[in-house]
């Protein structure tokens, strides 16, 4: 064991422009007096930046499975969702935390802060986690999502969606996004959606129907491959006096 | 290869999917050596941000990661917290002082914020008022403007507490870092 810090750390490439939304994105009203006005100060990459916590988090026997985390089923179409997360060199990303939270199939959140009138589901709370396997691969059973109103602007509805918190292996490399499920009607005018820039990213956030990865008389299957920061090709030098 | 994942914002009811009950404890109460930092996250109209989650990420008190990158080898140190702002935007976490990393930065705690209406996280670090020379030695806090460094210092606020508000917009803004 050494007793010094490493003296070259290869940091985590940064994202091309036009993948993440602008935290300045007036068309989505609660950025207004919450994105910051300065620009960001670049922090180079070292220990620190590229190391973070490699937990698997309190995870219970059905954390993977939200539709058996009650007494009942809950109401709505069950759903697999899976997929593989990787980084942008396309190497796996094992053993890390995915944690899911969701509307019910009617659209209404199990959160006290959710009072529109659609139906609470008691057999479903809508909040999961999993960890990824030796190659990345992760997969939950839920019910899809429903719709639901929103005050943004006039009858705003967001696109049925889940949201996914992931850590990878780096301080760099965490990540919360949404899923989106294919052929929504709803994307055109759902601002958070179109806060992503490139057109081609925002589809990535789309998951992708799965005929193979249903089980009959039972599932849907959607897939929803998640890819995270990879490395710099050339490490950062510590420039020591 | 694969191209990357757009980031999205976590949304009103992020309490649903990121709460722990631990989650604000790096270290029991009771640790030796045990510190407490806290804050409150406002807006741009100085209101509290109920609906915001910080977390933390930080060496152990020798200035070591638990991670493979670190040459050193691991203590088993947890290094992350997680707390979800109270309705008066107030956030506390359960931790060690971090040692100095021994790469010529002072000991600093890296720190994510993400909320409703952030459409990515935002990221600062904490660096602390007891470290005067190793801060004035610190390569990215002389990257920070003059005037505006005091928002990435915690303020003492007695024994083994640190306070670390967090302005996302407005006067006195946080400095956010790009990573």
Known sequence: MTTSPPTHVRGYAPAPAGTHPNLDWPAYRSTELR??????????????????????????????????????????????VF????????RPVPDTLVEVWQANAAGRYAHQNDNWPAPLDPNFTGSGRVVTDSLGNYSFTTIKPGAYPWRNHHNAWRP?????????????????????????????????????????????????????????????????DIVLRGREQTPFEEPHA | ????????????????????????????????????????????????????????????????????????GGSGFRGFGRCLTAPDGSWRVVSVKPGAIGDGQAPHIDVSVLARGLLDRVVTRIYFPDEQAANAADPLLATVPQERRSTLLAVPDGPGRFRFDIRLQGEGETVFLAV
């Not at chain 1, 990540?175 to 179109?194: A, C, E, H, S």
């Not at chain 2, 404890?25 to 609906?51: K, R």
């Open chain 2, 1 to 72: 290869m694969p191209e990357l994942t757009p980031s999205q914002t976590v949304g009103p009811y992020l309490a649903l999917g990121l709460t722990w009950p631990d989650g604000h404890l790096v270290v029991p109460e009771d640790a030796p050596g045990a510190i407490v930092v806290h804050g409150v996250v406002t807006d741009g109209a100085g209101e509290p941000v109920p609906d915001a989650v910080v977390e933390t990420w930080q060496a152990d008190a020798d200035g070591r990661f638990d991670h493979p990158e670190d040459p050193r």
């Open chain 1, 35 to 80: 994105a910051p006005k300065h620009r960001p100060i670049l922090l180079p990459h070292r220990l620190t930046e590229v190391t973070g916590p490699l937990l698997t988090g309190p995870a219970g026997p059905a954390d993977n499975d939200l539709t058996r985390q009650h007494a009942g089923e809950p109401q709505g179409q069950r759903i697999i």
């Open chain 1, 160 to 224: 049925a969606h889940i949201h996914f918190s992931l850590f990878g292996r780096a301080f760099t490399q965490r990540l919360v996004t949404q899923m989106y499920f294919p052929d929504d009607p709803l994307f055109p005018y759902d601002p958070i959606f179109n806060s992503v820039p490139d057109e081609a990213a925002r589809k990535r956030m789309i998951a992708t129907f799965d005929l193979d990865a249903t089980k009959p008389e039972w599932a849907l299957a959607y897939r929803f």
């Open chain 1, 83 to 90: 997929g593989r997360v990787l980084d942008s060199d396309g």
